[in-house]
């Protein structure tokens, strides 16, 4: 398998953009602009627009990088020198940092609550345990290096997956794997090791992914609120009596630190600008630097101006520090304190030695020193102390200002001016290397220091350094401030691309998945639906013309002899009947289970019938033997009873055929009440009377006493028959029947109906969460287009701001 994500270079810098990230008539144009205009039309650099999801595709606004494309115009290499253009940078920093947040948190809620977004993981997905891509085969694991070239018009490369083979199930590599080869991403690399090896799903990435993006918010902050910051702090440093605070003084114009001949500065002196202390003029004694706070006395000792210089010398009160806020009332252009873009501190150092020389260093290095001036007597050249600082100082800030001071105390100048930049040559070529913007020899002394000096007295070569220092400084606070802000979002959206790419890779993958799932599945769909109704309605005609049980009563030419066997004999017909039933109803039930249905699986269940057709009479007969039994004496006028008794259970009979209506039960329930009407009304009938009329003429007593066995069989069956009729029997049993026949077989037929609702719901559920997932797989595609338009964008703000540029290119422009 292969991947043009593989094959594709990670990010270089500044030499090829790929066309699709950069319109080169734009950034030509950012180019000619430039010099018309002169300034970045920041407003138009606004990031801040939320991005929105939206069915069409439109996923943010994208009226910042239009107009900054358009109208907008920066300057073509970020090169202006100036204020200006740093404020303006700043600025335009300012939006990309706060437009990179707005896509991040607008990914980890799509991550939360939309798609979960995957990593670009790379391997083979053949192969059980994941292998390198062919272009990575044999290679060691490719590291993003932030590769510099000379070109200003590169951005990076992000990587072409539009042939990613990968499926979404194998995509993930083992956290091994990922740890050691091809993440892509570097910012938003994930802390795979946190993770539980054997068990990263998509969820656990997920969850990394939001820790992540939650640390990288936070930089993202700390950037911010860094470049938001407008202090800048030059150290000057240099021998002993070297002139430091003479120079200090110069570039005030006013005479604020204390000069002697003798070497006097025995702490660090910081001078401000008096509006960072309320415009009011003040020094302030610092003992514990870390908690001082303007605003809170307590962490500081005011001291007056004129012990200053007692206290500088002496410092007997132990002063770590002391913040000399000056007021400087020349225009921003001319001061070096306030100078409209960025606050400068300018620290006085102790002279050097063996001593001060690791508390030089040590402060040297803090983050917030952006400039070293090194001030060195041209008298002296370097001593073995300034040497070795500038050795040290060099490695930290690469370059270093040099002022070699006391000039106008030199007679061969030129020699003088051979031999110190034969000397810096050494200790730090690359400040050689651009000694005319960074190597000055002046006179500090020279410099009126109570107050503005004339134009006619101005000096060449002090407006030199003044100017020189001051865009060093700003430069150099570009590179402080703005490079580590240009460096980690240059990374940053780059990752962001990789990370939307293959997620609209995976999206558009998901989506013509679901899709093409959605319509090989609607024919077998719209088939269950018509199976079900089918066989429903299949199972009812069984129900209604087909389940069919046998007649009811066989019992009564058996009851005529004796109440305890009629009763047996009608309770074995009724269990009969019932058995009858329970069979008729059982292969109905059978007939319905068997019915052929596909797709569905349709589990046999227990029809229960012996819950429906054992023991369910709850209507026992109960007859009782009275001794009137054993006499009959109305012989005569029993027939014509008799007969309407039988009549009366034909009618009761016909109750019943009519309520269970049609040929279901109606024939063999009447058939049953027609038997019973014959066997115990007309022959049991004939089967009396014959006894009767020979017995006649023997008479009345001799007839009682023979005929009483016939008697009770006679009062015993007229009983029976008498209770039968009145309980309605023959109904009852019909009805109770055919009431759970009908009911067992109903309930098979439910659990059908049933069975087909489940799986068609279940169908039509799957169906839905497939509709919406390839709804959101749909809007995800354009979102992460969207996202990687974004990226692109502001990462061609980014190079064409050109704040992530090194230092041979700030100092090779100026
Ligand atoms: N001729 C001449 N003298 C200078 C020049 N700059 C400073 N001086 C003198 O050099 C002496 C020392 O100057 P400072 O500014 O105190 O020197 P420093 O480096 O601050 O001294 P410490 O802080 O004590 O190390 C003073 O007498 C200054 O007048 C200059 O350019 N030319």
């Known amino acids: 398998m292969s991947s043009s994500y593989a094959s594709s270079s990670k990010p270089k810098r500044r030499n090829s953009i790929p066309d699709k990230f950069i319109d080169r008539d734009q950034v030509e144009d950012y180019g000619q602009m430039s010099k018309s205009t002169g300034s970045v039309n920041t407003s138009n650099l606004n990031y801040q627009e939320p991005v929105h999801y939206d069915n069409k595709g439109t996923v943010f606004s994208s009226s910042a990088v239009a107009t900054t494309t358009s109208s907008g115009k920066s300057s073509s290499s970020g090169h202006l020198p100036g204020q200006q253009d740093f404020a303006e940078k700043c600025q335009a920093v300012q939006g990309l940092l706060t437009g990179t947040k707005t896509v991040l948190e607008n990914l980890r809620e799509t991550n939360n609550a939309r798609f979960v977004i995957q990593y670009p993981f790379l391997y083979s997905n053949e192969n059980r345990k994941p292998e390198r891509t062919q272009s990575f085969s044999g290679k060691a694991p490719v590291r993003r290096v932030h590769k510099r070239t000379n070109s200003l018009t590169g951005t990076f490369n992000l990587p ?75 150290l000057v440093a240099g021998d002993l009596n070297a002139g430091k605070s003479t120079f200090v003084n110069a570039l005030l114009r006013k005479g604020i630190l204390p000069v002697d001949q003798q070497p006097c500065t025995t702490l660090f002196c910081e001078v401000l600008d008096a509006r960072e202390n309320g415009g009011r003029e003040a020094v302030h004694g610092i003992k514990d630097i870390k908690a001082y706070n303007v605003n809170d006395p307590t962490t500081y000792t005011i001291i007056d101006f004129e012990h200053l210089e007692r206290v500088v010398s002496d410092n007997t009160e132990g002063y770590a520090l002391l913040k000399i806020y000056c007021q400087d009332n020349r225009l921003s252009h001319e001061s070096l304190l306030h100078n409209g873009v960025v606050d400068i501190a300018l620290i006085d150092c102790p002279g050097l030695n063996s001593d001060s020389l690791k508390t030089m260093a040590v402060f040297a290095r803090q983050e917030e020193i952006d400039v070293i001036v090194f001030v060195v007597s041209a008298e002296n050249h370097f001593t073995l102390s300034a040497n070795q600082f500038l050795w040290n100082a060099s490695n ?36 050689f290397e651009y000694h005319d913007d960074l190597v000055h020899f002046v006179s500090s002394n020279a410099i009126n220091v109570d107050g503005n000096p004339p134009h006619t007295n101005r000096i060449p070569e002090v407006d030199h350094l003044e100017e020189s220092l001051r865009t060093f400084v700003l430069k150099k606070r570009s590179k402080s401030k703005l490079a580590p802000a240009g460096h980690y979002l240059h990374n940053l959206l780059y990752d962001i691309g990789v990370l939307a790419e293959f997620n609209r890779e995976l ?9 093409r799932e959605l319509e090989e599945g609607e024919p077998a769909f719209r088939k269950l639906q018509r199976d079900g109704s089918r066989v429903v309605e299949e199972a009812e005609r069984l129900l209604n013309e087909d389940c069919r049980y046998h007649g009811l009563l066989y019992v009564w030419n058996y009851a005529m002899e004796l109440r305890d066997s009629m009763l047996e004999k009608i309770q074995n017909e009724l269990s009969q009947c019932e058995l009858s039933a329970k069979q008729e109803v059982s292969t109905c039930i059978e007939q319905i289970q068997a019915m052929p249905v596909q797709n569905i699986s349709i589990d046999p269940i227990d029809a229960k019938l012996d819950k429906y057709f054992t023991n369910r009479n709850n209507n026992p007969i109960q007859i009782h033997i009275d001794p009137s039994d054993f006499f009959d004496l109305n012989l005569g006028l029993d027939l014509n009873h008799r007969m309407n008794e039988n009549v009366g259970i034909l009618g009761i009979s016909g109750g019943a055929l009519v309520m269970f209506g049609g040929k279901f039960l109606g024939y063999n329930v009447m058939s049953s009440v027609l038997k019973i009407s014959n066997v115990v009304g007309f022959n049991n009938m004939r089967k009396l009377a014959l006894p009767l009329i020979g017995l006649a003429g023997l008479g009345f007593f001799v007839y009682v006493v023979s005929d009483a066995r016939n008697a009770v069989s006679r009062n015993v069956a007229r009983k029976v028959r008498s209770h039968l009729t009145q309980s309605n029997y023959a109904e009852f049993q019909a ?33 839905k969460e497939q509709r919406e997932k390839a709804k959101v797989s749909d809007e995800s595609k354009f979102y992460f287009g969207g996202v990687l338009s974004k990226a692109e964008e502001m990462s061609k703000v980014l190079e064409v701001l050109g704040i992530d540029v090194v230092e041979d290119e700030i100092l090779a422009v100026h």
Do not use: W
């Open 735 to 767: 009805h109770r029947i055919a009431y759970h026949g009908r009911k067992a077989t109903r309930r098979s037929i439910n659990y059908l109906r049933d069975c087909f609702r489940r799986a068609i719901d279940a169908e039509e559920q799957k169906r």
């Open 160 to 234: 072409q997956i539009s042939n990613f083979q990968l499926e979404i199930q194998h995509r993930l590599l083992t956290p091994e794997d990922a740890q050691e080869s091809n993440s892509s991403v570097n910012v938003l690399k994930l802390d795979m090791k946190s993770a539980e090896m054997s068990a990263i799903k998509k969820d656990s990435i997920a969850e990394l992914l939001n820790v992540q993006i939650g640390k990288t918010l936070n930089h993202l902050q700390n950037l911010s609120a860094r470049i938001a910051d407008k202090s800048s702090k030059v």
């Open 396 to 431: 930290e800030k690469a370059y270093l200002f040099i002022v070699v001071n006391k000039f106008d105390e030199i007679k061969n100048k030129e020699k003088c001016r051979r031999m110190i930049l034969e000397q810096i040559k050494q200790i730090s070529p690359r400040t």
């Open 507 to 515: 999206a558009a993958k998901e989506y013509e998945q679901l899709t």
